[in-house]
């Protein structure tokens, strides 16, 4: 894997990663439309150990419809959102694709919550697609 790196817009917050991405998909949960103000998340989650953060983002936190503690991080400053964890999914920080600067790097296996998505949101057809999270 090519070492990742990105930053805020304004450029307060800026990150290096290295290490194994298992997680990389699309999620169109109502959370993620409100929360990054797109059509869905792009995340990549990595171990919170491979993942160096520069400056401080700010914090927000909301229970997903399983319950779940989800940690949302942005640039108080600018806004951007650029970091996502899920308390079920201890050690691991998700990274908002859209903010790195290896966009190649970027290969989305899976697309989850398509039962929320957009209606113009067309859906890459040679990825496997859930209506919720799967398992
Ligand atoms: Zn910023
Ligand atoms: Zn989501």
Redesign the pocket.
């Known amino acids: 894997m090519t070492k990742l790196t990105g930053k805020c817009l304004c450029g307060e917050i800026s990150f290096e990663a290295d290490g194994d991405v298992p997680v990389m998909a699309n999620?169109?949960?109502?959370?993620?439309?409100q929360?990054t103000g797109s059509a869905?998340?792009t995340?990549m989650f990595m171990k919170q150990g491979d993942v160096k953060i520069t400056g401080t983002p700010k914090t927000y936190q909301h229970k997903?419809d399983a319950g779940n503690t989800m940690t949302k991080h942005f640039c108080g400053t600018c806004g951007t959102p650029l970091f996502?964890q899920n308390s079920a999914r201890e050690g691991m920080l998700g990274l908002r694709a859209g903010v790195i600067n290896e966009d190649a790097e970027f290969a989305p296996k899976v697309n989850?919550?398509t039962s929320s998505k957009m209606k113009a949101t067309v859906l890459d057809d040679g990825i496997p697609a859930f209506e919720k999270m799967p398992g």
């Open positions: 999620c169109h949960c109502t959370a993620c439309r929360s869905y998340a995340l997903s996502t989850v919550y």
